[in-house]
């Protein structure tokens, strides 16, 4: 769970999360990756109640979400890792689809705003949709079939997500498309499930500033790719 700032939000989202993982019957742990956070994220985390599944905090120095995110994979041991926002704009109950998929034999499983089925209970503000589109029009250049690559819920096998993510580079907002190219890449299919999402308010998004970044790190992408099918 990558997390700047968000001792706010943490409480209740480490309280929801920790309860439903409880009750299910694999085991399971949550790790919280503090990205630099300046507010009471860390104490807020480390000082969770938690019985059988365990809520540990791993610091990042290395700023933006990206950066995080592989920091958590690069630590995790598990037979399935993946990572969810902190606000919970995807419910957790939505790993009710993601277990029995992994379980099964899936090796990617990804949420998805794009999909028959999906349901935005909240929608983004009309800046924020609108970046939005244009990303996922540039992000069509690179990933065909995939319809979302910016929902904040993937699952994966642990021995997948560990080898791709030595791969990466991105930091910024575009590094799930990074992740997704790098699966591609190994042959591995990406399944998609629709989610139910809510815009959640206080996202550290600064849609100016990290659009700007994102878009230029998809260029990066794309000239890469470009260059490596020559």
Request: glycine fraction near 8%; charge should be positive.
């Amino acid at each position: 769970m990558p997390s700047l700032n968000e001792a706010q939000r943490l409480p209740g989202t480490l309280t929801r999360t920790v309860a439903y993982l409880e009750a299910q019957p694999y085991s399971s742990s949550i790790v919280v990756i503090d990205n630099g956070s300046v507010d009471r994220t860390v104490d807020v985390a480390s000082s969770t109640p938690c019985g059988r599944v365990p809520v540990s905090v791993i610091g990042c120095a290395q700023r933006g979400k990206g950066a995080a995110v592989r920091r958590g994979i690069d630590t995790s041991r598990a037979r399935f890792v993946g990572y969810m926002d902190a606000d919970l704009a995807t419910p957790v109950e939505t790993l009710d689809v993601v277990m029995p998929l992994l379980e099964a034999g899936s090796q990617a499983v990804v949420g998805s705003r794009r999909i028959d089925g999906a349901v935005l209970a909240r929608r983004q503000p009309f800046l924020r949709s609108a970046a939005g589109l244009a990303f996922r029009m540039m992000t069509a250049m690179l990933l065909h079939g995939i319809e979302d690559t910016q929902c904040g819920f993937k699952f994966f096998a642990g021995d997948l997500a560990r080898t791709v993510a030595r791969q990466l580079s991105i930091d910024g907002f575009a590094f799930d498309v990074e992740l997704l190219c790098a699966i591609a890449r190994q042959g591995v299919l990406v399944t998609e499930i629709p989610v139910q999402w809510s815009d959640q308010e206080g996202s550290t998004l600064r849609v100016l500033t990290d659009g700007r970044r994102a878009l230029a790190d998809l260029f990066k992408l794309i000239r890469l790719t470009s260059a490596s099918a020559r």
